[in-house]
């Protein structure tokens, strides 16, 4: 079995903060992708960043950054400097060797301005 | 342009009527998804498919029906038997893990059913 945990339902921090969007994965798979996703208000799904299993280096996309630690199936999403445009439902999501797609339930992001 | 088009945007039925929801892929991606989302929810996995002709339940299949006879078409179907069929579907589709990049699902923008 697959699973995909974001414990953090609603987040709200103010414009210009720091917010980090935890994501633990569950897998018995060796090989597997990890993917973070945004849903604006419109509804369809943005890709943002994928990761595989055998790549733990971390990475940092302007203000966005992702850490990857398998030590603890851990993949976290870093916003730095929040704007009111990052205000969206972020979701993470687990790949794995017969290609189910599972996502976690999504942590809903407010910045306040 | 290359994308994945669901239709219609928003469908009405009335309960007890089964609904098909269209899915197609100019992509050529061999991998296609569904998924339903409800309000303030996260997306759970209705089927799978990762080759024509072949399919898997995901994690909520009771009460949807799918085919795959084209690679660019993975359309679901909502029966009568699926006890609360109002909330928002979307479809996706991707490469498989044979490629070890661009392994990432591409949405459509998703129907809204309302069964009244």
């Known amino acids: 079995a697959q699973k995909v945990t974001q414990a953090q339902t609603e987040i709200s921090v103010v414009e210009k903060e720091d917010v980090t969007l935890d994501c633990v994965y569950e897998?018995?798979?060796?090989?597997?992708?990890l993917f973070w996703y945004k849903q604006p208000p419109s509804g369809e799904l943005v890709f943002l960043i994928r990761?595989?299993?055998?790549?733990?280096q971390n990475e940092i996309s302007g203000r966005y950054s992702w850490n990857f630690q398998k030590s603890t199936s851990s993949f976290n999403f870093t916003i730095t400097a929040s704007q009111v445009v990052d205000s969206a439902v972020y979701f993470c999501a687990l790949k794995t060797g017969n290609e189910k797609l599972t996502f976690g339930t999504g942590t809903r992001l407010t910045i306040i301005p | 342009d290359g994308g994945i088009t669901q239709s219609p945007k928003y469908l009405f039925r009335k309960e007890g009527q089964n609904v098909t929801l269209s899915c197609e892929q100019n992509?050529?991606?061999?991998?296609m998804y569904w998924y339903r989302q409800d309000p303030g929810q996260g997306l759970r996995l209705i089927y799978y498919s990762q080759i024509v002709n072949d399919f898997q339940k995901g994690d909520i299949a009771e009460g949807y029906s799918v085919s795959r006879e084209k690679k660019e078409s993975f359309p679901l179907t909502v029966t009568s038997a699926q006890k609360n069929p109002t909330a928002f579907y979307l479809c996706?589709?991707?490469?498989?893990?044979?490629?070890?990049?661009?392994?990432?699902?591409?949405f459509g923008q998703g129907t809204r059913l309302t069964v009244v």
């Open positions: 990761r595989n299993s055998f790549d733990e």
């Open positions: 996706a589709s991707s490469m498989t893990q044979g490629f070890r990049e661009n392994t990432e699902a591409f």
């Open positions: 897998t018995r798979d060796t090989t597997y992708y």
């Open positions: 992509l050529n991606h061999d991998a």
